[in-house]
């Protein structure tokens, strides 16, 4: 299992080196961050050129990555460029919206698992009941949903429950811009109220789309499982229905779900970005589409390196969960 | 019947039901294959019906324009009415005519989604089948490919391109499908690699065919459902994504429009002016639940056996 994980590691170093030079080629072509810069009324070439070699953007691209490749790994993000704004360090600012987002992500997507796999087992064990043909249906509908859609409607029916709150004389529960600012202070049912308020808009509307996925997924392995002779063999020696479905199927059919989970959690982190436009939260998608508009290298590239690790990563847990949890699966 | 060995004869031939035919072949009716995946899709109920959605939608988007009196870009009526007469689906905060702009976004939508799916197909099967057929050096090579095409946020780049160099529909369609191609050269690496064990394709060999035969003459017709099948699902996933990328501002560009950038303008007015963000998505619904529903049924057509376990 070692000689696995260490060898998988080994493999992906080589990808992610390649993968971050494409990016950097990427970043560095589609634009100069300049150009704006030359174009202000009253600004000499010479202080363009001063600022391009601050930043070194006068050399050749292999050298410029070399450089960032160098000083990222050690640590030192570099300064993003961000026209009109102050210079402002990458790490921190990444970091940043890392933690936001994954605050975020987490819950939900731990929820939406828990729940895909409740329906999903339940749509399986009484296949074709009522209840089968209503979760199946709405998790296709949810699954051909785009979720933009599907955030702002929950926002829109967020602020209108408030307005209702409101005009029955409460306080407006859900936070519908932003994380709630100062934290959540307060006494522990205020903390409670502040808490569940800020992150149930987006919590919901990043868990309905992963939650369609999940219960697909888990209802066909459990099918799957369900008609395998293993199973039937169980039935046969008279074991109770419930055993078999949980100590029997249930543990199987959860290999190929815990794999996807796995691999989701990867790029989920990347894949928040609707919501996190549309609910106003500054997290890494936010920060994404601010420095791709103000076209700014330095974050971007510290963006796409964090993304891309984060994805590896978590391809290898997926890995590593997929061979513990399933023993026929040999590593190595 | 020189082409005998291609055809099927269906499960149950009773010559006995025609027996009034002037030839022997009138007792059994044949069919070939593709035409049996056609017959079993044309009996798929809830796929006939997203295929009958389907061209509507296509009618309305491309000889739509052509009937309706208003442009997209006409600006000349007063902005924010309600529904009415002139204006079905009323009109936007600048005076453009909502259901003109509905028919230009679905159109381009459709476009791109419709040249990602065809062009990712290409590149997937291409990759997938080289790949699976040669092993060794190249399926390591193109495998490794497409790891590293995996571990790249696909929004990023497509953000990066779109920002850098221009916003045009093919150039989002193009970034769109360097992203699309991978799942589908997985499957199809996947299903060469058994097949390529299989006795025709040893024979084939034998009999001195070039890998380009053998892999377009041999093996992509013994894949063709799976490759079908995934090339619809890919139409579906590049409808939602290139309206995602339009609703961040990253993809279609204004003032060309689509049924992301739609969305886009006019989801702040949700609670005052409904009609406006109802419609775009509805539409967008529709096309991704019909062409979900046609892969559906495709899946089923070509595939009777997986009918019962499904998700």
New interface residues.
């Given amino acids: 299992m070692i000689r696995y994980i260490l060898r998988r590691i080994l493999i992906s170093i080589p990808?992610?080196l390649?993968?971050s030079f494409?990016?950097y080629v990427?970043?560095a072509?589609?634009?100069n961050p300049l150009a704006d810069m030359r174009a202000r009324p009253g600004v000499t070439e010479a202080q363009v050129q001063q600022v391009a070699n601050e930043l070194g953007l006068n050399r050749p691209v292999i050298v410029r990555y070399w450089d960032w490749l160098t000083n990222f790994l050690q640590g030192d993000w570099g300064q993003s460029v961000a026209l009109g704004q102050a210079r402002q360090a990458v790490q921190p600012a990444v970091l940043d919206a890392l933690w936001t987002t994954g605050r975020l992500v987490v819950g939900s997507e731990i929820l939406a698992l828990s729940l895909g796999v409740a329906v999903g087992v339940l749509a399986a064990v009484r296949q074709y009941s009522i209840f089968d043909y209503v979760a199946?249906s709405t998790a296709?509908?949810m699954?051909?949903?785009?979720?933009?859609?599907v955030a702002?409607?929950v926002k829109?029916y967020g602020?209108?429950f408030n307005n209702v709150l409101q005009s029955v004389g409460l306080e407006r529960w859900l936070t519908t811009a932003g994380p709630r600012q100062g934290g959540f202070s307060g006494s522990f049912g205020e903390a409670i109220f502040k808490y569940t308020g800020t992150f149930l808009l987006p919590t919901l509307s990043l868990m309905l789309i992963s939650f369609a996925a999940y219960s697909?997924?888990e209802?066909?392995s459990m099918?799957?499982v369900m008609?395998s002779d293993y199973v039937r063999t169980a039935r046969a020696k008279g074991i109770s229905q419930s055993r078999v479905i949980f100590k029997h199927a249930f543990r199987n059919a959860l290999i190929p779900v815990a794999t996807l989970f796995s691999l989701n959690f990867g790029?989920v982190f990347?894949?928040a970005?609707?919501t996190e436009?549309v609910f106003g939260w500054s997290g890494m998608g936010t920060l994404?589409?601010s420095s791709?508009?103000n076209?700014d290298p330095a974050m971007?590239m510290g963006?796409?390196a964090v993304?891309?690790t984060l994805?590896?990563l978590f391809?290898l847990v997926a890995d590593i969960v997929y061979g513990i949890l399933d023993p026929r699966i040999r590593l190595g | 019947m020189a082409n005998v060995n291609l055809t099927t004869a269906t499960t149950a031939p009773s010559p006995s039901v025609d027996s009034s035919g002037a030839h022997e072949f009138d007792a059994t009716v044949t069919r070939t294959q593709g035409q049996l995946v056609l017959r079993r899709f044309l009996r798929h109920r809830m796929a006939m019906v997203s295929f009958g959605v389907l061209v509507l939608l296509l009618l309305f988007a491309f000889i739509g324009p052509l009937v309706w009196s208003y442009d997209f870009e006409d600006v000349s009526s007063k902005a924010y009415q309600a529904p009415n007469g002139t204006h079905p689906l009323g009109t936007t905060q600048v005076g453009k005519d909502m259901l003109a702009l509905l028919m230009r976004g679905t159109g381009y939508s459709l476009q791109i989604a419709f040249v990602v799916a065809a062009l990712a197909t290409v590149i997937g099967v291409a990759f997938g089948a080289l790949a699976g057929y040669l092993r060794g050096f190249v399926d390591n090579a193109l495998m490794r490919l497409v790891d590293l095409m995996l571990i790249v946020p696909q929004i990023a780049v497509a953000a990066i391109v779109v920002k850098g160099f221009s916003g045009s529909w093919y150039v989002v369609a193009l970034v769109l499908a360097g992203f699309a191609w991978m799942s589908i050269a997985r499957i199809t690496r996947g299903e060469t690699l058994s097949l390529s064990q299989r006795e025709f394709i040893e024979a084939a060999r034998a009999a001195g065919a070039t890998t380009p035969r053998i892999i377009f003459k041999h093996l992509v017709p013994n894949m063709i459902g799976s490759i079908t099948v995934n090339a619809t699902l890919a139409v579906a996933a590049a409808v939602l994504t290139e309206a995602a990328l339009s609703f961040l501002g990253l993809g279609v560009q204004p003032p060309d429009t689509s049924l992301g950038v739609i969305v886009q303008e006019n989801y702040g007015q949700f609670i005052t002016r409904p009609w406006l963000f109802w419609g775009p998505f509805v539409v967008l619904v529709a096309i991704s639940l019909a062409v979900n529903f046609i892969g559906d049924g495709l899946r089923d057509a070509f595939d009777p056996r997986q009918t019962k376990v499904r998700a």
Avoid: D, K
Wanted: glycine content about 6%; overall charge positive.
């Fill in positions: 990808i992610l390649l993968g494409l990016c990427l970043v072509s589609a634009g199946t296709f509908l699954f051909s949903m785009p979720i933009f859609c702002v409607i829109n602020i209108q697909r997924f209802r066909a099918l799957e008609h790029a990347s894949g970005i609707i436009t994404l589409i791709v508009r076209f971007l963006w796409l993304t891309a994805v590896v391809n």
